[in-house]
């Protein structure tokens, strides 16, 4: 479970110039009596092996064949990615991407459309918007249970605001629980060292076929140089991906959340380590049966303990509707329990 030193790929306000500036250095040394000879050599000729021919291969094809179908989202707060999901128009983002409302723009290669919001499930940060009366292609969606750590992976996007950028990693790890730090709590995520930047969120993290094992949606920080951790991005994996995008689709909303729930809202903010505040209870929910009030502070869920309501929520993600869990709470008046709840299911939004 993975809680702290994460960030959202925010969607990127503004279009941004990138400018890189190398400085070459001339170093000497040596005593100035001393007299140096140099003979040039000719270099021998570089031959690529073939594994890395075929590789670079690899690369190009999937660039050729996903690019068209990473797309760059627009709105007044700023700008991400998006993969078209089918050939109807539906695109698929990150919830985030699209959060703050329209109107939307979607630009595809050399063309740009408008766009409505199909619908969005904020709990795993996804979203689909639409657009009519456009060519699009759509990508094709791996099985993400088949992945496997050491497994190449491509970023496509629009990182920085530039258009269809090309990163290449591994994926290095799979972490339950991954926390955005807004109250959002991702399952199972991807990690992979591809880098990914702000304006990657919502594109594409594809294998040497061609095919999205997930979006790129988190990347960690560095605790001590307050930035990026180069080489450390999470991203949802395609399967859930699929299973959401397609309710959305279908229903304009999410209907089968396979997300467990304690029939509870909880304040937000800091608590200073202490727990979750519990605001409101649903009657007839699980911590409501459990004897747990509006007011009572949660500090462990299944042994792990909980210092915030972002903590609470990861440690809850890991979780299945239906399995029994122990809670543990303090009262307002100081007093400690224990008691074991059967988790619900969460609502469809």
């Given at each position: 479970?993975?809680?702290?030193h994460?960030?959202?790929?925010?969607?990127?306000?503004?279009?941004?110039?990138?400018?890189?500036?190398?400085a070459?250095?001339s170093l000497?040394?040596?005593?100035?009596?001393?007299?140096?000879?140099?003979?040039?050599?000719?270099?021998?000729?570089?031959h690529?092996?073939?594994?890395?021919?075929?590789?670079?291969?690899?690369?190009t094809?999937?660039?050729?064949?996903?690019?068209?179908?990473?797309?760059?989202?627009?709105?007044?707060?700023?700008?991400?990615?998006?993969?078209?999901?089918?050939?109807?128009?539906?695109?698929?983002?990150?919830?985030?991407?699209?959060?703050?409302?329209?109107?939307?723009?979607?630009?595809?290669?050399?063309h740009?459309?408008?766009?409505?919001?199909?619908?969005?499930?904020p709990?795993?940060?996804?979203a689909?918007?639409?657009?009519?009366?456009?060519?699009?292609?759509?990508?094709?969606?791996?099985?993400?249970?088949?992945?496997?750590?050491?497994?190449?992976?491509?970023?496509?996007?629009n990182?920085?605001?530039?258009?269809?950028?090309?990163?290449?990693?591994?994926?290095?790890?799979?972490?339950?629980?991954?926390?955005?730090?807004?109250?959002?709590?991702?399952?199972?995520?991807?990690q992979?060292?591809?880098?990914?930047n702000?304006?990657?969120?919502?594109?594409?993290?594809?294998?040497?076929e061609?095919?999205?094992?997930?979006?790129?949606?988190?990347?960690?920080?560095?605790?001590?140089?307050g930035?990026?951790?180069?080489?450390?991005?999470?991203?949802?994996?395609?399967?859930?991906?699929?299973?959401?995008?397609?309710?959305?689709?279908?229903?304009?909303?999410?209907?089968r959340?396979?997300?467990?729930?304690?029939?509870?809202?909880?304040?937000p903010?800091?608590?200073n380590?202490?727990?979750?505040?519990?605001e409101?209870?649903?009657?007839?929910?699980?911590?409501?049966?459990?004897?747990?009030?509006?007011?009572?502070?949660?500090?462990?869920?299944?042994?792990?303990?909980?210092?915030?309501?972002?903590?609470?929520?990861?440690?809850?993600?890991?979780?299945?509707?239906?399995?029994?869990?122990?809670?543990?709470?303090?009262?307002?008046?100081?007093?400690?329990?224990?008691?074991?709840?059967?988790?619900?299911?969460?609502?469809?939004?």
């Amino acid at each position: 479970m993975l809680r702290r030193h994460i960030w959202w790929l925010a969607p990127l306000a503004g279009a941004i110039a990138a400018g890189v500036i190398v400085a070459a250095v001339s170093l000497g040394g040596g005593s100035p009596t001393t007299t140096t000879t140099t003979t040039a050599t000719t270099a021998a000729p570089l031959h690529p092996s073939a594994a890395a021919l075929s590789y670079q291969a690899a690369i190009t094809a999937v660039v050729h064949e996903l690019s068209p179908s990473v797309v760059q989202i627009q709105n007044a707060q700023g700008l991400g990615s998006g993969i078209v999901f089918d050939a109807k128009g539906d695109i698929v983002t990150n919830n985030h991407v699209v959060a703050g409302g329209g109107p939307y723009t979607v630009t595809a290669g050399t063309h740009t459309y408008d766009a409505s919001l199909v619908g969005s499930f904020p709990p795993d940060d996804l979203a689909v918007v639409h657009v009519s009366g456009a060519h699009l292609t759509s990508a094709v969606f791996a099985d993400s249970s088949k992945l496997e750590v050491g497994d190449i992976a491509i970023a496509i996007g629009n990182p920085l605001g530039l258009r269809s950028s090309v990163t290449d990693g591994i994926v290095s790890a799979f972490r339950q629980g991954v926390s955005e730090g807004n109250g959002v709590a991702l399952p199972l995520m991807v990690q992979t060292s591809a880098p990914i930047n702000p304006g990657n969120s919502g594109g594409a993290l594809a294998d040497l076929e061609g095919r999205v094992i997930g979006i790129p949606t988190l990347a960690a920080t560095d605790p001590e140089l307050g930035g990026s951790a180069p080489g450390i991005g999470f991203a949802i994996p395609s399967n859930l991906v699929t299973d959401i995008a397609t309710q959305i689709i279908r229903y304009g909303h999410v209907v089968r959340t396979h997300r467990a729930y304690l029939g509870a809202s909880f304040y937000p903010g800091s608590t200073n380590g202490a727990g979750a505040y519990v605001e409101n209870v649903e009657p007839g929910g699980p911590v409501a049966k459990a004897g747990i009030e509006a007011g009572d502070l949660i500090t462990e869920l299944n042994g792990q303990a909980t210092p915030s309501f972002d903590a609470l929520i990861s440690v809850l993600s890991e979780q299945k509707p239906g399995a029994t869990v122990s809670l543990r709470f303090r009262r307002q008046n100081g007093g400690e329990q224990t008691v074991q709840i059967t988790l619900g299911t969460y609502p469809g939004s």
